[in-house]
C-alpha cells in the first residue's frame, strides 16, 4: 500500500522551530516532486512549499518565505519541512502529497498530487 506519513508537529510557542518529516512507505519518492499544505480550521488549504523530485527546485508561499526550508533525504524515503520562526497564523494542520509530474509551475495546485498523508497538527500559541 502507498503511503505518505507525516511526523513532527505539535504544539509551539511563537517563535520557536519544528522540523515536519513527510516519509513514504511501500514506494520510494525518489522521482517523485512534493508539496506541503496546510489548512486550519474554517480556511482554505493553502500551498506552503514545494521540492522537485531531485532537490534542485524548491518555492515557497510568500507567507512562509525566509522562516520556512524544505529539503530531502532520498536515501532515507524522507522530505523535511523546517519551521523557524512560528508565527499564531502558521496553526493548522499540514500535509505533504507527491506527484509524478513536473510540478515547478503549478506545484500549487493541490488537485494535481497523486498521493497525500494525514496530516500532522501544528499549534502555535503561547
Known amino acids: 500500500q502507498l503511503q505518505l506519513v507525516e511526523s513532527g508537529g505539535g504544539l509551539v510557542q511563537p517563535g520557536g522551530s519544528l522540523r515536519l518529516s513527510c516519509a513514504a512507505s511501500?514506494?520510494?519518492?525518489?522521482?517523485?516532486?512534493i508539496g506541503w499544505f496546510r489548512q486550519a480550521p474554517g480556511k482554505e488549504r493553502e500551498a506552503v512549499s514545494y521540492i522537485s523530485s531531485s532537490g534542485g527546485s524548491t518555492d515557497y508561499a510568500d507567507s512562509v518565505k525566509g522562516r520556512f526550508t524544505i529539503s530531502r533525504d532520498n536515501a532515507k524515503n524522507t522530505v523535511y519541512l523546517q519551521m523557524n520562526k512560528l508565527k499564531p497564523e502558521d496553526t493548522a494542520v499540514y500535509y505533504c502529497?507527491?506527484?509524478?509530474?513536473?510540478?515547478?509551475?503549478?506545484?500549487?495546485?493541490?488537485?494535481?498530487?497523486?498521493?497525500w498523508g494525514q496530516g500532522t497538527q501544528v499549534t502555535v500559541s503561547s
Open positions: 511501500g514506494f520510494t519518492l525518489d522521482g517523485y516532486a
Open positions: 502529497a507527491a506527484a509524478t509530474n513536473n510540478m515547478r509551475y503549478v506545484w500549487v495546485r493541490w488537485d494535481l498530487y497523486d498521493y
